[in-house]
């Protein structure tokens, strides 16, 4: 059985932006209300709820203002691209970090946490795209004088992340590579439609 609360629905009526995520559910591992991100997506929030998401060679970045108790995730694929898309980390991170100044953050107490960039895809090693992924979002962070206070990035496995907003508290689980597979397909469909826009474990917690 589906389970509802007052939170979901209201989470669900919110308009959308292109890119903000919109998969709701009720998480009951860690009983609570839970939004799911997805390649090319992002959310923030400033209330107690969980955001997850799983990566392969993608990025996620966690930000929040911890004081301020608002914080955020984004999900992208390539560094930087055409247009102005949740998909290219360039947007994702802008728009990431002015949602939450607008939800009354500070961007003088934002903080960073990063994840993902495995080397998951095969034929795509030589492109480096994970690392590519990584080097980005290391090198925007630190232009934007955002510290990172912990990252769990590279290797070959892939992440599920879930992160609590409100407290800026998240946790990754590497995946045993037997996900891959699935991983690595969801990654290849979201990649294979982007290019036709554009030419060419355990539990840590930190």
């Known amino acids: 059985m589906i389970q509802s609360t007052p939170l979901l629905e ?4 919110r308009p959308r932006r292109e890119g903000e995520a919109s998969f709701f559910f009720f998480d009951h591992g860690f009983n609570a209300e839970a939004c799911k991100v997805l390649p090319g997506e992002f959310f923030v929030y400033n209330r107690d709820i969980v955001i997850q998401t799983v990566l392969g060679s993608c990025v996620a970045a966690c930000i929040a203002d911890r004081g301020a108790g608002v914080g955020g995730m984004n999900h992208f694929m ?5 247009d102005s898309s949740a998909r290219y980390g360039v947007f994702a991170m802008e ?4 949602d939450i100044l607008k939800a009354g953050g500070r961007r003088g107490s934002l ?4 994840f993902g960039g495995a080397a998951v895809i095969q034929g795509m090693t030589q492109l480096n795209v994970g690392k590519q992924n990584v080097a980005f ?12 206070v912990s990252k769990d990035v590279l290797d070959i496995f892939p992440r599920k992340v879930c992160f609590l907003p409100k407290t800026g508290r998240a946790m990754v689980k590497k995946l045993a590579p037997a996900t891959s597979p699935t991983v690595v397909r969801e990654e290849t469909t979201y990649r294979s439609r982007v290019q036709q826009k554009e030419p060419a474990g355990s ?4």
């Open 10 to 13: 209201e989470l669900k009526r």
């Open 78 to 82: 390539l560094p930087d691209g055409d």
């Open 95 to 98: 728009v990431l970090i002015n």
């Open 111 to 114: 903080e960073a946490k990063v």
């Open 137 to 148: 979002v290391e090198r925007f962070l630190n232009n934007e004088r955002i510290p990172i």
């Open 203 to 206: 539990v840590e917690l930190f």
